[in-house]
């Protein structure tokens, strides 16, 4: 219930934003695309005669839609009512000068990210690709371990980043959780028994085109960039693994045009096909799966209330995170759940994962914990106290997981 006011919540900041907001139109990425809004009726008056347009949310019978310059002149000629608006909105101080996003790294950017490091530590890091979104772009995964190139018969653990879109903070946390890990190995026992004893594989970026779709264009967009032939875009990955998909229409919506649709029948996007064709190959032993915002560390099951048979196992490894996090510069994060501390959630990544392997998986609600301190948008400041208070977590859970699977034992 949380978020779903979250969700309200944003969309009114941003039309009370809307008349005012200049900060970010000049993006150079944005610039073939217009915002615009229409009255709903005016909008079923134009599209007796005209192309549907790509429509990003409608509150209160007035319907935002993202337009090309093209579709802008025929607007025009059309003579029906609308108002332009800044090109790239939604977005709070997100932006800096050091490139578009500041210190949060793009889609491109964050491949450079990783064949940097792989450059860096050819023995240690490999980058997979896992397949491709759909707008084409490689969903990658690096691998780390020792004797990288072969697949050993060691646990192997999985990071995620960056399901929703507007989640740039969950791009960083892997990101920086990688470089963290093949920097100190070999000066820190835990690092060399995680990288020795294990495989683990990080997907910092789940959701491309969504990623630059929120970059460059609409700074809220949370789901892929599927167009759902109704008028209405994108599928939410989150909401699209195939374990009890669709099971309710609380947990996710059969709604196109809404922000948790689950796709038209399970794994039907290539985004969450890429994990589920990987993680088969590769089963995971545990999963993080990092998304923003709220301070919270959750796990299945996310479709039902009632407990899973491992629930004090995963009550418990949640609630050694969330003591390491706290000693580190005293922020809490709650855990518990998915469906009990949060709210319903089905065909989402925790519970396909830990239904299907039988592997504790967690979706980690990074910073900050509300919305008036910047909600989806964690500004850049933070990333660097965001991570180094993940990073005893993280450590822990990898070693946890290496050494109550030894090797053997999975494949
Ligand atoms: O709704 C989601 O997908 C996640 N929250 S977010 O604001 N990042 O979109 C929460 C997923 C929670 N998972 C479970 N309940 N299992
Ligand atoms: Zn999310």
New binding site residues.
């Given amino acids: 219930m949380i978020?779903v006011i979250?969700s309200v919540l944003g969309s009114l900041i941003i039309l009370s934003c809307m008349g005012t907001f200049s900060l970010l139109s000049d993006n150079p990425n944005s610039s073939s695309h217009y915002i615009v809004s229409m009255s709903l009726d005016d909008y079923r008056s134009y599209i007796l005669q005209n192309r549907p347009l790509d429509r990003l949310f409608m509150i209160d019978r007035i319907c935002y839609f993202l337009v090309q310059a093209g579709e802008l002149n025929t607007l025009n000629r059309s003579g029906v009512p609308f108002d332009e608006h800044d090109r790239v909105f939604g977005g709070l101080n997100t932006y800096k000068s050091s490139g578009s996003t500041g210190d949060y790294h793009t889609y491109t950017e964050t491949v450079e990210f990783l064949q940097d490091l792989v450059e860096r530590f050819p023995g240690l890091a490999q980058l997979v690709s896992t397949g491709q979104s759909l707008e084409g772009r490689e969903i990658y995964v690096l691998k780390i371990s020792d004797h990288v190139s072969v697949d050993e018969s060691e646990p192997n653990v999985f990071i995620s980043g960056c399901?929703?879109a507007r989640?740039w903070i969950s791009v960083e946390i892997p990101l920086l959780f990688a470089r963290y890990l093949l920097e100190n190995y070999n000066s820190h026992q835990q690092l060399t028994d995680i990288v020795n004893g294990g495989q683990i594989y990080i997907m910092p970026v789940q959701n491309p085109d969504g990623l630059e779709f929120s970059i460059h264009t609409y700074r809220w967009w949370?789901k892929n960039r599927r167009y759902n032939g109704d008028m209405s875009w994108g599928v939410?990955t989150?909401?699209n693994y195939g374990y009890e998909w669709g099971y309710d229409d609380l947990g996710s919506s059969p709604v196109p045009d809404d922000a948790?649709y689950r796709g038209p029948y399970a794994f039907s996007e290539p985004e969450t096909q890429a994990v589920r064709g990987f993680l088969l190959n590769h089963p995971p032993s545990g999963a993080l799966n990092f998304?923003?915002?709220?301070q919270l560390i959750?796990?299945?099951?996310?479709y039902t209330a009632i407990p899973t048979v491992d629930d004090a196992e995963m009550e418990a490894i949640a609630r050694r995170m969330a003591e390491l996090i706290f000693e580190v510069n005293g922020r809490i994060y709650l855990y518990g759940a998915?469906?009990v501390a949060?709210?319903?959630?089905n065909g989402?990544t925790?519970?396909w994962i830990y239904g299907t392997f039988g592997s504790p998986s967690y979706?980690v609600?990074l910073p900050p914990e509300l919305y008036i301190e910047g909600g989806f948008f964690t500004s850049q400041e933070m990333i660097d106290s965001v991570f180094s208070e993940m990073l005893p977590a993280m450590l822990y859970f990898c070693n946890h997981i290496v050494q109550i699977n030894p090797p053997g034992i999975q494949e």
């Fill in positions: 978020k979250k399901h929703h989640e949370r939410d989150n909401r948790v998304h923003n915002y709220s959750l796990y299945p099951w996310g998915g469906a949060i709210y319903p959630t989402d925790d519970d979706t609600e």
